[in-house]
């Protein structure tokens, strides 16, 4: 039986636009881009060029610090740009997809029989190893670092994310081995929802099963980290999303790697909310083509992402590898209101109940409608405990943002940023009073933090 962890803090936002239960086939002859920054800590060196024709799971890139980690085409097909910003830094690599799907070919293996270093090399060959994170600083993991243990998280609380066990289905076999493979590299931990019922979750093999209750941020795994056994300083443990642990059972089980996943179309401003089954890094746009409302578009915010972690983005991006859905809410620069913030504002979603708005968060059953507007501008930061009632970690987290801020690395370590991620700010962001860019301020600081310590 696995152990259940109540949650008493965090929240979470009712929005419209929920996808349904049904499942849409999106084309994949389309284009289809690696883009390095989804990859953190990672210097891409390109190895393809222009008009090169690959393979799915041929490489189209390397770390140049760490040349085993590969990250490969998810299409066959030609690769048409290799687009540059600044410095020559590589923004892109896009592969025209030829509609095929050839794939390279790897032999099917039986987990059981295999070294830790076979399953670690299986891995990397495969190009699967970029997306396997670690704590601390929330980067790409190194595959030479020993880790202490190994964190999945099957289920994502963030607003409109997809349930995975819609995406589980048809694929628990996968999904098992993944596990078993990766509980041979280090002790695995599986965090679960006490929602969920399939048998692959609630009886999964070869893990310590852990059984979440309670709001957002429940689903992120930096909490369940926090809950199970919390990262300390000179520790490394490694976070992968279950998706991609279905794709390391299939290279495993099949000797094939299926780039396709299944995400979340989903936003008020989406005309049939659904689950849609993509290819990794397809073009934004090949992805809604059908599903934007039809009118005001151009007063429509798309976001690369879910509503609290993802980022602003057009229909010729391209989806972001560690991304499960494409929301797309309103942008709200056409809204005009009579007297503005002195209305009582009953329609307006609020945690506070200096708003009247809170009143109906009593009964509202059928979601908010939010649009993308900030409401405000950044001023000082007030220590009103505001953070802490939406943090579900046994950290500081008002006392931990001051130290980032002033950029005090002896406070930053004593207030615990190494089990810390950008994503587990979101919340705290979204609720702050001060518009404070909390994210951006983690992902500066870890950045920092891992900078001193080279």
């Known amino acids: 039986m696995s152990e259940i962890i109540r949650l008493r803090k965090g929240l979470d936002i009712n929005l419209k636009g929920a996808p349904a239960s049904d499942i849409v086939s999106v084309q994949n002859d389309g284009l289809f881009a690696l883009v390095p920054d989804n990859f953190t800590g990672v210097v891409p060196k390109v190895v393809v060029k222009e008009n090169d024709h690959v393979l799915a799971g041929q490489v189209l890139f390397l770390d140049k610090n760490v040349p085993e980690i590969k990250f490969v085409s998810p299409v066959s097909g030609q690769v048409v740009a290799i687009n540059r910003g600044a410095r020559r830094k590589v923004l892109s690599v896009v592969v025209k997809s030829d509609g095929k799907q050839e794939s390279v070919k790897f032999a099917a293996k039986s987990v059981q029989s295999l070294t830790v270093q076979d399953i670690l090399s299986s891995i990397l060959e495969a190009g699967l190893f970029a997306f396997v994170r670690q704590r601390p600083y929330d980067i790409i993991a190194n595959p030479n670092d020993a880790p202490r243990e190994i964190f999945v998280s099957a289920f994502d609380s963030n607003p409109l994310a997809p349930d995975f066990e819609t995406v589980l289905k048809g694929h628990e076999l996968e999904f098992q081995i993944g596990l078993s493979a990766l509980s041979k590299i280090a002790r695995t931990n599986l965090g679960i929802s006490w929602k969920q019922t399939s048998q692959a979750l609630t009886a999964a093999k070869n893990v310590d099963i852990y059984t979440f209750r309670g709001a957002h941020p429940a689903g992120n795994v930096g909490v369940q980290i926090n809950h199970i056994n919390p990262v300390n300083k000179g520790e490394v443990v490694w976070t992968i999303a279950p998706q991609h642990v279905i794709m390391i059972g299939s290279l495993f089980n099949n000797g094939s790697v299926d780039f396709s996943q299944i995400i979340s179309v989903a936003g008020s401003c989406i005309s049939k909310p659904s689950y849609a ?101 950044e001023r000082h930061m007030i220590m009103s405990g505001e953070y802490d009632r939406v943090f579900p970690m046994d950290i500081y987290p008002e006392y931990l943002v001051k130290a980032m801020i002033t950029g005090n690395i002896d406070k930053m370590e004593a207030y615990g940023i190494y089990e810390v991620a950008p994503e587990d700010f979101a919340l705290c962001e979204f609720v702050d009073s001060s518009k404070l860019e909390l994210q951006r301020i983690v992902r500066e600081s870890l950045d920092k933090l891992r900078a001193e310590m080279a």
């Not at 990794?280 to 992402?305: C, F, P, W, Y």
């Not at 991006?317 to 859905?325: G, H, R, S, Y």
């Not at 009582?344 to 993308?372: E, N």
């Open 277 to 377: 089954k993509v290819i990794m890094g397809a073009q934004l746009g090949s992805i809604v083509k059908d599903s934007l409302a039809l009118t005001g578009k151009e007063h429509i915010r798309l976001i690369n992402g879910n509503v609290l972690t993802g980022s602003k983005a057009n229909t010729e991006d391209f989806l972001n590898v560690f991304a499960n859905c494409v929301t797309a809410i309103p942008e709200g620069d056409d809204v005009n209101e009579f007297m503005g913030w002195i209305m009582p504002r009953f329609k307006m979603f609020s945690t506070s109940r200096a708003s009247m708005g809170w009143l109906k968060g009593l009964f509202c059953k059928k979601g908010y409608d939010i649009d993308a507007r900030v409401k405000g501008s």
